[in-house]
């Protein structure tokens, strides 16, 4: 049974490594959004450091929403999707396999490259610091509950524009703790009490979400 | 006992005769329910001493309000139902119920804008009551937008029943995340207008009008069932002898 987790965790992330163009994608996006921002609002370096913990908080929401597809959809297209539900393997073991493999490919990268960017909005160290925890504690939730919408519309023709319209709603809660933990540490209160819930929110999106998750892949395939 | 009722109520003609008998009495219910909260709270109610007299869109709003969660609450437990009895009608009153609460939402919102403008003196404040019934909307929007992407309305009402579970789940941590958000955040001083023992004459109206909000909705939902009921086992027997006799 683990082995099986394994051997999936394991075949995710080689077959995301041989399509290194799509593995830069979401990274990249990440970059350009928080880029846009200081073109949008202006240069001006109390406001940017206001509002830096909404910026690379809301960059990482949409660059996670625009990967999300990936995690089932290229395996329901070849049809070992398929294969995966008939097999003896309990489902809900598998998804979380699958929703590690993609936190790894497109989590991982925004969680480093995130503080890097707050340096260049102005944020402060301590600010940063939490940054970086939030966004380690934060973007496995964003996979997990993904998981569950791409589940849901993965066998639909259109289902991007419906993936975000399920999603994002659920996405609420991470960005309030995330950006309310950063707010604090940066003007200078403990940011304990959001990160706790940020980690609660992480243990029952893990051990929740890949049951709802296969009881709707096995809706999507039937 | 009770499952034998909900496997009587589980098959679709049974459910249509009932439901057929129920509706008059429904209907008289709810009829009265409204004539006399709307007369109380419109009428005998005296005017706020604050507010004035546009206090009274309460008699609409707050009932709207308490509809929108009632009715999610609904959909999650026929959701479970359709999920684990696979009974066609959870799966009819599911996704019925949906449109209702959305409408229920967005009158929520609409009355709320309204009575906020001259109250408040805006149309809109990022409350944390406010924004939880927005993100609300989106829910149902997304379980309507969900239902009607899946040509097959059969695994359409899996999928939104799954997701209906989903939501349920998430509303209270949506609810008190956005509570959070907005006390920490220094809030407008006005917004909520603490009731300090709601005057009789002004609650017992309100009372009224919600519980006649509840029958609205359960007339609705059964009439709206009903249709779809019929749309869907048109091809089967019982149908067709239904419309050969007299209707």
Redesign the interface.
């Known amino acids: 049974m683990l082995q099986a987790f394994f051997i999936i965790l394991q075949r995710d992330l080689i077959l995301a490594i041989r399509h290194r163009a799509e593995l830069m994608n979401p990274v990249l996006f990440f970059v350009l959004v928080v880029v846009l921002f200081p073109l949008g609002i202006g240069a001006e370096a109390t406001i940017l450091e206001r509002i830096a913990p909404a910026i690379i908080w809301i960059a990482a929401l949409l660059s996670a929403l625009l990967s999300l597809d990936r995690i089932f959809r290229t395996d329901m297209e070849d049809g070992s999707l398929e294969q995966m539900l008939i097999s003896a393997q309990p489902m809900s073991l598998l998804i979380l396999a699958k929703i590690i493999a993609h936190w790894l490919i497109t989590g991982l990268p925004v969680v480093i490259v995130g503080p890097l960017l707050a340096l260049f909005l102005g944020l402060s160290i301590e600010g940063i610091e939490t940054l970086f925890i939030t966004l380690l504690l934060g973007t496995p939730i964003l996979s997990a509950i993904g998981s569950?919408g791409v589940a849901?519309?993965v066998?639909?023709r259109?289902?991007g524009?419906?993936l975000s319209?399920?999603v994002?709603?659920?996405y609420?809660?991470v960005l309030?703790?995330a950006s309310?933990a950063v707010d604090a540490a940066a003007s200078g209160f403990p940011p304990v009490a959001a990160i706790a819930?940020l980690s609660a929110?992480l243990l029952l999106s893990l051990s929740?979400t890949p049951w709802?998750a296969s009881?709707?892949l096995k809706?999507?395939v039937? | 006992m009770i499952m034998r009722f909900i496997y009587q109520l589980g098959s679709p003609p049974y459910f249509y005769a009932l439901s057929g008998r129920l509706l008059p009495w429904l209907s008289g219910i709810c009829l009265i329910l409204f004539a006399t909260g709307l007369y109380g709270g419109l009428v005998l109610a005296p005017a706020d001493y604050q507010q004035g007299d546009s206090f009274r869109i309460i008699y609409i709003h707050v009932p709207a309000a308490w509809m929108s969660m009632f009715v999610y609450m609904v959909m999650a437990f026929s959701g479970a139902m359709a999920?684990i009895w696979r009974i066609k009608i959870a799966e009819i009153i599911l996704i019925n119920s949906a449109h209702i609460g959305a409408v229920f939402t967005f009158l929520a919102l609409v009355t709320g804008s309204i009575w906020g403008k001259p109250m408040w003196g805006t149309w809109w404040v990022w409350d944390a009551r406010l924004t939880s019934e927005l993100?609300l909307l989106?829910?149902y929007?997304?379980v309507l937008?969900?239902y009607s992407?899946?040509d097959d309305k059969r695994?359409a009402a899996?999928?939104v029943a799954?997701?209906a579970?989903?939501?349920v789940?998430?509303i209270p941590?949506?609810h008190y995340?956005?509570e959070?958000?907005s006390t920490?955040h220094q809030g407008p001083t006005i917004t909520k207008f603490d009731k300090p023992s709601i005057d009789t004459r002004m609650l017992i109206p309100l009372l009224l009008m919600a519980v006649a909000h509840k029958f609205l909705y359960a007339i609705v939902v059964l009439l709206r069932a009903r249709n779809d009921l019929l749309w869907r086992e048109r091809r089967s027997q019982w149908v067709a002898t239904l419309f050969k006799d007299g209707s």
């Open positions: 569950v849901l519309t066998g639909l259109r289902g524009v419906i319209l399920l994002l709603p659920l609420v809660p309030i703790f309310q819930m929110l929740l709802a009881a709707a809706m999507s039937s | 999920l993100l989106f829910l929007l997304g937008a969900l992407a899946i695994k899996r999928a799954i997701l579970l989903v939501g789940v998430n941590i949506i995340s956005v959070w958000w920490l």
